[in-house]
């Protein structure tokens, strides 16, 4: 007797669902990234209003008066990684001038549109000039897709395939960490120190400032989020074979690269300070911060021997401990970006986004590490019965 084996009644002959097929493409990191540049050119905190300008009166606008390179670059940058991601799209992948006309077409499109809408925000300029270098970065993300695209999906293949990325607590924890570091960029947060819900409800600060007190506080907060930082890239790092000497080489590496993304903001930002000087440049390294990041690595490596288990409770601990702190910390009037009102030029755009992840992200990394820590909960109680 003959089997037909023509068509499969297993679950995986099934059609993906459209959620599926969209994370298996760019288009949904597209659209993401899209919200985000709507969310950064449209945030205000007035109300929009008609100034008696047409939308697109910009395009016919000559060179600005007032314009600087640091302005110009970052509408590059801000623009490249759109053209990147929109260039790996398989829709137009056999034709190099497809992957590199649709992205710049779609980046100018998009541009246009942001710049035609800032006309009814105050205190906004709308600039053909933005619209030219906008559209350059996405010339430039797709022109970097287009030689070095294919290159970086197989090294991040290789790197989802060893880090089990497809487990939603692995991928999760990647995207919070890429948020922590992204929020290192606005020079108004604290060293390290995220959750400071204050600006978002107006609310006065709580305590007088002390210079000794407030040291004291930096240090805390910097060490407790220096210990859940290790504790959430151990998370996303467990099924890798990684010794524990490996394990903090990689968390070293992080905290290095959330210090550094701090430090060269601080030099871009805060480098035109007429008060300062180059003493604004090393604002964000501050003696606290510095002192707490020392002491949390310090306590890295011993901590790194407690069962796994225990590790989420402890960072959780660790992370509302800093939270409740950060929002108790009286304001420092001596800072530069206290006493100063530096001139944040383009980067008002990604100010107020940088000020809700850096608000918002010690609560989402507790809801991570309570699922996290319910998962290894579930996983032992498993290995226990088996």
């Known amino acids: 007797m003959s089997v037909d084996t023509s068509v499969s009644t297993t679950p995986s002959a099934k059609p993906d669902s459209l959620w599926h097929r969209l994370r298996r493409k760019p288009l949904a990191l597209s659209l993401a990234y899209v919200g985000i540049i709507v ?74 549109s942001m710049e035609a809408l800032q006309t009814l925000i105050p205190g906004r300029v709308s600039s053909s000039l933005d619209l030219f270098f906008n559209t350059l970065g996405t010339l430039c993300g797709a022109m970097l897709s287009l030689f070095y695209g294919p290159t970086l999906l197989a090294v991040a293949g290789r790197l989802r395939q060893r880090l089990d990325v497809r487990r939603l607590s692995a991928e999760t924890g990647l995207i919070l960490l890429g948020l922590w570091l992204f929020a290192q960029i606005s020079p108004e947060n604290l060293f390290f120190g995220l959750g400071d819900l204050r600006t978002l409800l107006a609310l006065p600060p709580t305590l007088p400032f002390s210079p000794n007190q407030h040291f004291l506080l930096e240090t805390l907060i910097a060490t407790l989020q220096t210990l859940v930082v290790a504790f959430l890239l151990r998370g996303v790092l467990a099924r890798l074979a990684l010794t524990r000497w490996e394990q903090f080489l990689a968390i070293m590496i992080l905290l290095g690269l959330g210090v550094c993304i701090r430090t060269l903001a601080s030099w871009v930002l805060l480098s035109n300070l007429p008060l300062f000087g180059e003493t604004a440049r090393w604002a964000a390294l501050t003696p606290g911060g510095l002192t707490g990041v020392l002491l949390g690595a310090m306590l890295t490596m011993p901590l790194l021997y407690l069962p796994i288990a225990w590790q989420m409770p402890l960072a959780a601990t660790c992370l509302m401990t800093a939270t409740v702190l950060v929002n108790l910390m009286p304001i420092n009037p001596y800072s530069p970006t206290a006493l100063s009102v530096w001139r944040q030029g383009h980067f008002l755009n990604f100010n107020g986004l940088t000020r809700v992840i850096a608000a918002i992200w010690p609560y989402l990394a507790l809801l991570f590490l309570v699922w996290t820590d319910h998962q290894l909960a579930r996983g032992e109680a498993g290995r226990t019965r088996l």
């Open 39 to 112: 969310y950064a050119s449209l945030f205000t905190n007035h109300p929009w209003r008609d100034n008696g300008v047409g939308l697109f009166d910009f395009m016919a606008g000559g060179w600005p008066r007032y314009w600087t390179r640091q302005d110009a670059w970052f509408n590059i940058l801000a623009y490249t990684p759109l053209g990147f991601i929109l260039a790996l799209s398989p829709t137009h992948r056999p034709s190099p001038w497809a992957r590199v006309l649709v992205p710049m077409a779609i980046g100018f499109a998009l541009s246009v």
